[in-house]
């Protein structure tokens, strides 16, 4: 796929859309997220991308709950298919305060950089994706 094209994918539980080099995933919401679900995600994904690897942003405003099996199935190497780098938009400061805790407990896969933002405008002015 190359970097000027846009192509995306609708799931029950995520849509994924690759843009500019970029892979956007968007929790349904509403959802509960389990680990059987944490796993189809993973397993959407890597099909999705056919195997090549991006840098992801993954807005989790749409998530009510994180069972802690799919938060730990997360930081493995697995999980980390196709993954070059990850930001993370929040929905709250306080939401953030707990990811970036859960982080410290169940870091991401070896060499995958990760940031967390509570503001997507803040992302993109001075996170790893500023727009062009």
Not at 25 to 47: K, P, S
Not at 77 to 106: D, P, Q, W
Request: proline content about 5%.
């Amino acid at each position: 796929m190359k970097n000027n094209t846009s192509v995306s994918k609708q799931t029950e539980y995520a849509e994924y859309k690759l843009e500019k080099g970029i892979l956007h995933l968007c929790y349904t919401d509403g959802l509960n997220l389990t680990l059987e679900i944490a796993r189809q995600t993973v397993q959407d994904r890597v099909e999705f991308l056919q195997g090549k690897s991006y840098p992801m942003l993954v807005d989790d405003r749409g998530l009510i709950t994180i069972e802690r099996e799919a938060g730990v199935f997360y930081s493995t190497e697995e999980a980390g298919s196709c993954i070059l780098a990850v930001a993370i938009v929040t929905r709250s400061k306080f939401t953030l305060f707990f990811a970036r805790f859960y982080l410290i407990m169940h870091p991401a896969p070896a060499g995958i950089p990760v940031k967390l933002f509570s503001n997507e405008d803040v992302l993109f002015s001075t996170g790893p994706f500023p727009r062009k």
